[in-house]
């Protein structure tokens, strides 16, 4: 898919919680060796929320720090999607309190948006067509998530906090990013759910891997390529989603990316999986050091299933934004180690009836 008119991004930012739980620790609880549940899943440490911060109010600190770069008059934001698998109100969008937050209102479109670990790239697609028809000035696309775990489940030890935004515009002077074009593949493959009124997620393990991740990846990504007429050469960073650190590397091996395209967007083993913000956060730490000129591939993939892949080319505005907000790194950098107890406290794992 091309856009008929130039669109693309003009301000991005994060936000990842400060609180971190080690992976021996939770290894440490279920009788886990935790340098064995490391070397296989390739996550140090994960980030977890606050027992002030949900994904609304995570989404509003992206935004936020999206609109310092962007300097755009929150009211000509025309649309507020917010991509996610843990809003904080079953019956209550979580866009309407990040438009509010940010002084959007009254006059934007906004909807939450749902498909798994796609969802924060969903979002960014129905901003991309909404400006591009003309039909909105700006549009603002977040993913973010909460992500849950069961205790004990394996999704526990990688299942984390945090999530990322971007702004939406059509004019080539603000431009940080400008979008060539883009791809989704989807299947009904059925490797993750959660049904309603269950607190946590279920998987099926022997879908998760192929006939579900790599495949749709590579087949959005080989879609892309074959549309752009490029190649994995013509790109110098390549994100894609991370449910753990192996998984990445491995998808990019297959389509003829190499590791060194993966950094600085490789965030897994520090933040663990931020769901709906995975892949977008690993794109807006990209963001936050790419030239002009550079060519960056975004693929992010959602259980259920699908993948939506993006190329976009860096503008020259992107020099006198990048020191306008905080960064991923600075983020990551920016922690408070918890133990088990901390963690489930404010994960609300602990049930008090």
């Not at 609304?56 to 649309?79: C, F």
């Not at 996610?84 to 438009?99: Q, W």
């Not at 431009?175 to 998987?203: C, I, K, N």
Request: glycine fraction near 10%; aromatic fraction near 10%; include cysteine.
């Amino acid at each position: 898919m091309k856009p008929l008119r130039e669109v693309g991004i003009v301000g991005w930012g994060s936000y990842i919680p400060k609180y971190r739980v080690k992976i021996e620790e939770i290894a440490r609880m279920w009788g886990k060796r935790g340098e064995w549940v490391k070397d296989d899943l390739l996550i140090e440490e994960k980030a977890v929320n606050g027992p002030d911060e949900d994904t609304a109010t995570m989404s509003v600190e992206a935004a936020k720090n999206a609109l310092k770069r962007a300097k755009v008059n929150p009211k000509d934001i025309g649309a507020v999607f917010v991509g996610t698998e843990s809003k904080p109100y079953a019956v209550k969008p979580t866009s309407t309190i990040v438009a509010e937050a940010i002084g959007a209102t009254p006059y934007v479109l906004a909807a939450d948006l749902e498909f798994a670990c796609k969802a924060g790239t969903e979002a960014l697609q129905c901003c991309l067509g909404l400006v591009a028809s003309g039909m909105i000035k700006y549009g603002l696309a977040i993913g973010a998530d909460t992500a849950q775990g069961a205790p004990a489940d394996p999704l526990e030890y990688s299942a984390a906090c945090g999530g990322s935004a971007f702004i939406i515009g059509s004019s080539p002077s603000e431009m940080v990013a400008r979008l060539e074009g883009s791809a989704s593949y989807v299947t009904d493959t059925p490797d993750f759910w959660r049904r309603p009124q269950q607190p946590y997620p279920s998987h099926a393990e022997a879908f998760t891997g192929d006939p579900a991740y790599f495949k749709h990846i590579r087949e959005a990504v080989q879609a892309l390529l074959s549309e752009l007429g490029l190649k994995p050469s013509d790109f110098d960073y390549a994100v894609f989603h991370q449910p753990n650190g192996k998984f990445p590397l491995r998808i990019a091996r297959q389509l003829g990316f190499t590791k060194e395209q993966l950094m600085p967007g490789y965030l897994v083993p520090w933040i663990g999986n931020t769901y709906a913000g995975s892949s977008v956060t690993g794109f807006s730490a990209v963001l936050d050091v790419a030239k002009p000129g550079q060519r960056v591939l975004l693929a992010s993939y959602g259980s259920g299933a699908g993948s939506d892949a993006f190329s976009f080319v860096v503008q020259d505005a992107i020099i006198e934004k990048q020191p306008l907000a905080p960064t991923v790194k600075e983020y990551i950098e920016r922690k408070e180690y918890i133990d088990y107890a901390f963690y489930a406290k404010y994960r609300g794992k602990i049930i008090l009836s």
